[in-house]
Nanobody
Framework: QVQLVESGGGLVQPGESLRLSCAAS????????IGWFRQAPGKEREAVSC????????YYLDSVKGRFTISRDNAANTVYLQMNTLKPEDTAVYYC????????????WGQGTQVTVSS
């Protein structure tokens, strides 16, 4: 069964960190670009970061540059999103998606993990 499962979300205070994981099963994540997206209540989903399958190029939303880092562990079939210096505006449900290239339509999606940044 093809599946993407996100984990690592939670409630943190501003300035703290979280690491999200996106674990794949049923397919080899190494051959896909993996993107992280987020959707806050009442807002449209936005692309946060992406890592390509070909050369590991990474892309970030301007508002998270310098704070978030995407990485992949092909042996573990997992992609991570390290989120540092979290801000209240980072509060959202975070989803990962596997696609044929960054910016392309996702072939597979996870169910999402909630990240809440609040004092």
């Amino acid at each position: 069964q093809v599946q993407l499962v996100e984990s690592g979300g939670g409630l943190v205070q501003p300035g703290e960190s979280l690491r999200l994981s996106c674990a794949a099963s049923g397919f080899t994540l190494e051959y896909y670009a993996i993107g992280w997206f987020r959707q806050a209540p009442g807002k449209e989903r936005e692309a946060v970061s992406c890592i390509s399958s070909s050369d590991g190029s990474t892309y970030y939303l301007d508002s998270v540059k310098g704070r978030f880092t995407i990485s992949r562990d092909n042996a573990a079939n997992t992609v991570y999103l390290q989120m540092n210096t979290l801000k209240p505006e980072d509060t959202a449900v975070y989803y990962c998606s596997a696609s044929r290239g960054c910016g392309r339509k996702g072939d597979y999606w996870g169910q999402g993990t909630q990240v809440t940044v609040s004092s």
